[in-house]
């Protein structure tokens, strides 16, 4: 009896772990890619996305109504979206940035949170030198095409 047991408790773990299928695959030129299934981010490392692409708009990531959708919040990897994102940015003369997460507030609406409203993460934003702290809107339930907010820059990696 024991036996039985032992070989039906085995071959439930075997399946259970040969079932998922993996999000994160990797491109020819080593570089990351994470899918949500409608939004692909691309990783430059397993730390931060690579966001090439500046707003236009003032008010992206800086009003919850235009928050910055990072996603990850299904696949249990919302808060670590939200770092990857910030640490793809640089300061306006490429400063190092230094971030805090102040809380979660302001409601907004989402096909992709249990209750309909997704609740944004505020991130206190700032870098050596600076006389400002910046506060970000995230939105980890949503995902869209990641850009740079005004008054940053595309951090540098190397190759």
């Known amino acids: 009896m024991k036996n039985i047991i032992y070989t039906i ?19 020819k030129d080593n570089v990351i890619t994470k899918s949500d299934g409608k939004h692909p981010q691309i ?9 090439e692409k500046y707003a236009d708009d003032s008010s992206y990531g800086f009003e919850p109504e235009n928050a910055i959708k990072v996603g990850g919040a299904a696949e249990s990897e919302g808060p670590t979206n939200e770092r990857r994102f910030l640490n793809a940015l640089a300061g306006p003369q490429g400063e190092e940035l230094e971030y805090y997460r102040i809380g979660s507030c302001c409601p907004q609406p989402s096909e ?4 309909g409203q997704a609740l944004l993460d505020k991130y206190a934003v700032y870098h050596e030198g ?29 190759n």
């Open 9 to 27: 408790l085995i071959a439930l773990f075997i399946t259970a772990c040969g079932s998922q299928k993996a999000a994160v695959s990797k491109t």
């Open 43 to 51: 990783l430059v490392n397993k730390y931060a996305f690579l966001v």
């Open 112 to 115: 992709n949170s249990a209750y």
């Open 130 to 158: 600076s006389t400002d702290t910046l506060v970000l809107y995230i939105n980890m339930y949503d995902s869209e095409k990641l850009m740079i907010p005004k008054g940053f820059k595309a951090r540098v990696f190397p």
